[in-house]
C-alpha cells in the first residue's frame, strides 16, 4: 500500500489527502475531515454517528415511560393488596391490642 504523501482526496482527486477515515477507510483532504470524539472522521461517517438513537425518539421515550408508569402503579396496587390481605389474616385479638398491650404493660 502506499503511503498518505501518495494518496488523494476520495471526493477531490486533485487534492492530496490528509487523513484517512477509520470507519470507511476512505483517504481525505483537510477540508473533507473533521475531528469527532477525539478522532479524524469523514462528514459521510459522521452523518450515521449524528443519527438519533432509539433510546431518544420522543416516541419511543413515552412508549417506554407509559410502560413503567403502568408497571409501577401495577406493584403499588400488588403491595397494598398484599398488606391488606396480610392485615385481614391476622387474629382480631392483634387488632383490639390484647396481644401486645399486655407485654408492653408487664414491664412497669
Known amino acids: 500500500m502506499r503511503s498518505l504523501t501518495h494518496q488523494r482526496c476520495f471526493n477531490h482527486s486533485h487534492r492530496e ?58 406493584v403499588l396496587v400488588l403491595f397494598f393488596y398484599l398488606l391488606g390481605q396480610t392485615l385481614l389474616a391476622m387474629p382480631s385479638s392483634f387488632h383490639d391490642g390484647t396481644v401486645w398491650k399486655p407485654v408492653l404493660l408487664s414491664t412497669e
Open 17 to 74: 489527502a490528509a487523513a484517512r477515515c477509520p470507519e470507511c477507510a476512505q483517504f481525505f483532504c483537510r477540508e473533507c475531515i473533521t475531528e469527532h470524539d477525539d478522532r479524524v472522521i469523514c462528514a459521510a461517517c459522521l452523518k450515521k454517528f449524528a443519527k438519533v438513537p432509539l433510546t431518544q425518539r420522543s416516541t419511543f421515550v413515552g412508549v417506554v415511560r407509559t410502560i413503567q408508569l403502568a408497571a409501577g402503579v401495577t
